[in-house]
């Protein structure tokens, strides 16, 4: 990769191979037709257009982003299907995405059931750039030290994780609005997955470089509560990145203020958001946008 090239971290798109494999799904997850149909979550209809790797392409071009980091979506919960199942959606999707070519990087996945670490290496030499991790799998100090043969196979290959919110809690609460899932259980996944890496993950796990994405759902302001609590958290960590998806000025410049610019970076979730900018300033963007991506990616220091 280039110096400068610019890198978001984190988007979503289906390649042909896995929307095929979707489809040909009767139970959830599945796609019936251009309907997505998951568990806990009301019906919803996708955009086609969405996931047209050329439209995409000129989309991100058209915001100056030269490689798009895309990820399976773990909403769908098809990590934590049972092996022989997850196992067919997951190398639809290596296939199909790895072959999308340029302007395109993928983050590998991994079941959950019974972990891979092997698989994960398969496609890590295939030229994935790391493993996303839903975060329910990481809720827990203790649901940490179970995913720690896959943590470890990414740390061995000099490779990050991607920690992305994970599917919703089943409910039978039909007037919840469609705002609800993202705004309350994905925010409530993401902060419990920071703070059970920031309890055991690093002391398990020494060399490897993670990243949060959407902003850890501002875990990092809550800082001070962690000290008002008794809780201590230990030096700024350089090796633990959080990407601005869903969030604007205001949240990243209190997440900046807790963390430092050195470890945040670009993370749209497009389709389902557009990139932001915490609006302070050229070096600020250039470091989130560019050199910060890159050391996630290749590790060094800020």
């Not at 799904?25 to 955009?47: H, I, K, Q, Y």
């Not at 990414?154 to 705002?179: F, I, Q, Y």
């Not at 850890?216 to 959080?242: K, N, Q, S, T, Y």
């Not at 989130?288 to 060094?300: A, D, F, Q, T, V």
Request: charged content about 20%.
């Amino acid at each position: 990769m280039q110096g400068h090239a610019v890198v978001d971290v984190h988007q979503h798109l289906w390649p042909v191979d896995l929307v095929h494999a979707l489809r040909a799904r009767s139970t959830p997850p599945r796609l019936d037709g251009w309907t997505l149909v998951l568990e806990g979550e009301a019906p919803f209809e996708v955009d086609p257009s969405d996931h047209d790797p050329a439209k995409r392409r000129a989309r991100n071009l058209d915001d100056g982003i030269d490689l798009a980091l895309l990820s399976l979506s773990s909403p769908l919960g098809i990590e934590w299907l049972p092996p022989s199942t997850a196992s067919t959606l997951i190398d639809a999707w290596h296939r199909g995405a790895l072959a999308l070519g340029t302007g395109y990087g993928v983050w590998a996945a991994a079941g959950l059931r019974e972990p891979d670490p092997d698989g994960l290496a398969d496609a890590l030499d295939a030229g994935c750039v790391g493993l996303q991790v839903p975060a329910n799998a990481l809720g827990t100090p203790a649901a940490v030290r179970r995913v720690v043969p896959l943590l470890a196979m990414c740390a061995s290959h000099d490779k990050p994780v991607l920690v992305h919110p994970g599917p919703a809690g089943a409910t039978a609460d039909t007037e919840l609005p469609a705002w609800w899932v993202p705004v309350v259980d994905y925010v409530h996944q993401m902060a419990a997955a920071w703070w059970a890496w920031h309890a055991v993950g690093r002391g398990l796990l020494p060399g490897l470089r993670i990243c949060f994405a959407a902003a850890a759902g501002l875990a990092p302001v809550h800082h001070e509560r962690l000290a008002a609590r008794g809780g201590r958290l230990g030096r700024l960590d350089p090796d633990v990145f959080v990407d601005t998806s869903s969030y604007g000025p205001r949240a990243l410049d209190a997440v900046i203020r807790v963390l430092g610019i050195d470890t945040v970076v670009l993370g749209s979730d497009r389709p389902y958001a557009d990139p932001t900018d915490p609006g302070l300033g050229e070096a600020a963007t250039v470091a989130i946008r560019s050199l910060n991506p890159h050391r996630l990616l290749e590790g060094g220091t800020p």
